[in-house]
């Protein structure tokens, strides 16, 4: 069965530090993986979008990591803001099927104290 | 350039009351699609449309309708409303589904939050 599982399901930390987020998952084949930021009450919006043959990739104070051997994910944040508080999603997709074959984590709640 | 657009925010029913959720986008996007949010699951797929006129079933369809009459508009009916369709409802679109090489970005709309009562 395909599916992408998050961990912490949350997680608080200080205004300033760095925190690494984790992506696993079960998807084949295997297409791309992206990762959301959703803030509360809005919708999500891209961070990034990597292909297999992508092993890193940066947005700003945000960097994404994806091991294909593995099926593992990870987003790392770098020098916290608060604005940084928010959900973040992995999202899987599965390589040549249809529209629907797009794969939510449930997220990770990160709240940024000052 | 309003991207995706959805209306209302917010609305309230009562059980067996029916409703309209209005998806609109302006970046003449092929693809559209209706999500479902709730508390400790991911989004959820309800239907999608590959193109005008097009819709199709995604992964939790029952008791819901959609239709795609317009390229730029994305409409999903709830016939008769039940407490399970409590939810946030959000509305997305992509130029197509992409490869592996080139994966189409999805935008979101600010979503409708439904409660049913």
Known sequence: KNQVEQSPQSLIILEGKNCTLQCNYTVSPFSNLRWYKQDTGRGPVSLTIMTF?????????????????????????????LSDSASYICVVSVEGSSASKIIFGSGTRLSIRP | NAGVTQTPKFR????????????????NHEYMYWYRQDPGMGLRLIHYSVGEGTTAKGEVPDGYNVSRLK?????????????????????????????????YEQYFGPGTRLTVT
Do not use: W
């Open chain 1, 53 to 81: 043959s992508e092993n890193t990739k940066s947005n700003g104070r945000y960097t994404a990591t994806l091991d294909a051997d593995t099926k593992q994910s990870s987003l790392h944040i770098t020098a916290s803001q």
């Open chain 2, 12 to 27: 309230v029913l009562k059980t067996g009351q029916s409703m309209t959720l209005l998806c609109a986008q302006d970046m």
């Open chain 2, 71 to 103: 390229k730029q508009n994305f409409l999903l009916g709830l016939e008769s409303a039940a407490p399970s369709q409590t939810s946030v409802y959000f509305c997305a679109s992509s130029f197509g589904q992409g490869a592996a090489f080139r994966p």
